[in-house]
T-cell receptor
Framework: DTAVSQTPKYLVTQMGNDKSIKCEQN?????MYWYKQDSKKFLKIMFS???????INETVPNRFSPKSPDKAHLNLHINSLELGDSAVYFC?????????????FGPGTRLLVL | AQKVTQAQTEISVVEKEDVTLDCVYE???????LFWYKQPPSGELVFLIR??????QNEISGRYSWNFQKSTSSFNFTITASQVVDSAVYFC??????????FGKGTRLHILP
């Protein structure tokens, strides 16, 4: 059983399009995250939601909008895609209550903007 | 200032050699957590270990061992008798008083047969 799943695994699209990446976790975790990994493998947090509430919002263009319909899902919508958005996007989740819990990552979504 | 420094960008060793991946962190908090993650060529991120700042005891898990030293703000990772399957990018990470994990830039490890 997949703990943290993301769809799609690969996404190739044209500049200017709008696209969404979906994330689901079946671990019963309260907190979910989106990370971006650039071409140099640098991983950086973008957003964090706890029980559907936004708690971390790093300096990310407002073309990126996370949406959490319930605590098991955290989707990432990207408007007006740009070439620089090409990256691997990882979703992660962590258990409730305390901070600094281990985060478990999804398999990643490889986004290529042409 | 960079909070997690992995000075070794890339390392190559021959199979069965031991290899140590360095990680130096920076924090003003007294309570923090350190992590190591592995990213194999397939791309997923695999959790290896989590250590809190109050537990300086070194840990061994099979061929993997971790050396946490607060005096030098280091959390180094050693693979003993390396194998080709250990080839991956390894990330050290730090979590302070919030839910963010700050990752180092990673060390790409090549194990040569």
């Amino acid at each position: 059983d997949t703990a943290v799943s993301q769809t799609p695994k690969y996404l190739v699209t044209q500049m200017g399009n709008d696209k969404s990446i979906k994330c689901e976790q079946n671990l019963g975790h309260d907190t979910m995250y989106w990370y971006k990994q650039d071409s140099k493998k640098f991983l950086k947090i973008m957003f964090s939601y706890n029980n559907k509430e936004l708690i971390i919002n790093e300096t990310v263009p407002n073309r990126f909008s996370p949406k959490s319909p319930d605590k098991a899902h955290l989707n990432l919508h990207i408007n007006s895609l740009e070439l620089g958005d090409s990256a691997v996007y990882f979703c992660a989740s962590s258990p409730p209550a305390s901070h600094q819990e281990t985060q478990y990552f999804g398999p990643g979504t490889r986004l290529l903007v042409l | 200032a960079q909070k997690v420094t992995q000075a070794q960008t890339e390392i190559s060793v021959v199979e069965k050699e031991d290899v140590t991946l360095d990680c130096v962190y920076e924090t003003r908090d007294t309570t923090y957590y350190l992590f190591w993650y592995k990213q194999p060529p397939s791309g997923e991120l695999v959790f290896l270990i989590r250590r809190n700042s109050f537990d300086e005891q070194n840990e061994i898990s099979g061929r993997y061992s971790w050396n946490f030293q607060k005096s030098t703000s280091s959390f180094n990772f050693t693979i003993t008798a390396s194998q080709v399957v250990d080839s991956a990018v390894y990330f050290c990470a730090l979590s302070e008083g919030d839910d963010k994990i700050i990752f180092g830039k990673g060390t790409r490890l090549h194990i040569l047969p």
